[in-house]
């Protein structure tokens, strides 16, 4: 048995309604991706939930002596 019932009720839609119905979903599922992307980048990646972290620390951390930026040699410095 077929279902003539509900063919006679959608009426069928042009190609030019289908393209235009199709953009729209489209459209609204991009930006329901750029929004989640950012809700995302919001709650791992902003600044709020980057820990503060000084030479001290990070020395003490990894076991290593802080030294003074201002007498370390640059990177170029120790290739010459």
């Known amino acids: ?34 929004i989640a992307l950012a809700l995302l980048w919001f709650l791992f990646f902003s600044d709020s939930h980057r820990p503060r972290a000084d030479a001290t620390a990070a020395a003490r951390v990894l076991g290593v002596a802080a030294g003074d930026p201002g007498n370390t040699p640059s990177a170029l410095e120790t290739l010459r």
Do not use: N
């Open 1 to 34: 048995m077929t279902h003539s019932r509900a063919k006679a009720q959608r009426p069928a839609m042009s190609a030019d309604l289908r393209r235009r119905a199709t953009m729209r979903d489209i459209g609204v599922l991009f930006g329901f991706k750029v």
